[in-house]
């Protein structure tokens, strides 16, 4: 099975600034399937980017997907006080799906 | 609006059983796969199981293959999670979401989540 790993743990950083979330797959990600999502505490996990790079609908342009094979980002290019969350990644080009243990995005 | 409404949660002994139901509505839920994924508590999330359109086709991960089994009923609108010899480890939120694949794909819609938790 194809293992995630999310880094940074956390990122601690102010409302404005930019958030950069890696993704790095064990091996290379069948058809670059590759998800992201955002969960809140105490709420289910809510999808934002699909296809490594395409944003699911009613998604605010300020959060981008990119990257191909095994190493993937999560970008948001300025951090509304709303957005700080837990980011999980998930492929599913490859059985069993499987998502990273996530990266936790904290207020500074 | 899409809606997913779980229920069947709950308090079990290891080795138990429980059944999760998830009714669906804003959507043709007939022309959906459709899956259940699991977070422990504090833990990150556990893709469970998926059932394809007709029911036809399941799959399952390696942690719940032989005890578990999926459900659907597309006339009723409702998606199923049979739960036997439950563990301890099986103690999680369980989410039914909406899968935009046939067996794998990635979960556009979830529900608010379940509580199972498998204690003595």
């Known amino acids: 099975e194809i293992v995630l790993t999310q880094s940074p743990g956390t990122l601690s950083l102010s409302p404005g600034e930019r958030a950069t979330l890696s993704c790095r797959a064990s091996q290379s990600v069948s058809g670059n399937y590759l998800a992201w999502y955002q969960q809140k505490p105490g709420q289910a996990p809510r999808l934002l980017i699909y296809d490594a790079s395409s944003r699911a609908t009613g998604i605010p342009d300020r959060f981008s997907g990119s990257g191909s094979g095994t190493d993937f980002t999560l970008t948001i290019s300025r951090l509304e006080p709303e957005d700080f969350a837990v980011f999980y990644c998930q492929q599913y080009g490859n059985s069993p799906r499987t998502f990273g243990q996530g990266t936790k995005v904290e207020i500074k | 609006e899409v809606q997913l409404l779980e229920s069947g949660g709950g308090l079990v002994q290891p080795g138990g059983s429980l059944r999760l139901s998830c009714a669906a509505s804003?959507?043709?839920?007939?022309?959906?796969?459709m899956s259940w994924v699991r977070q422990a508590p504090g833990k990150g999330l556990e893709w469970v199981s998926v059932?394809?359109?007709?029911?036809?086709?399941?799959n399952f991960a390696d942690s719940v293959k032989g005890r578990f089994t999926i459900s659907r009923d597309n006339s009723k609108n409702t998606l199923h999670l049979q739960m036997n010899s439950l563990r301890a480890e099986d103690t999680a939120v369980y989410y039914c979401a909406r899968d935009r694949g046939y067996v794998g794909g990635y979960f556009d819609n979830w529900g608010q989540g379940i509580l199972v938790t498998v204690s003595s």
């Open positions: 804003g959507f043709t839920f007939s022309s959906y796969a």
């Open positions: 059932i394809s359109v007709g029911g036809g086709t399941t």
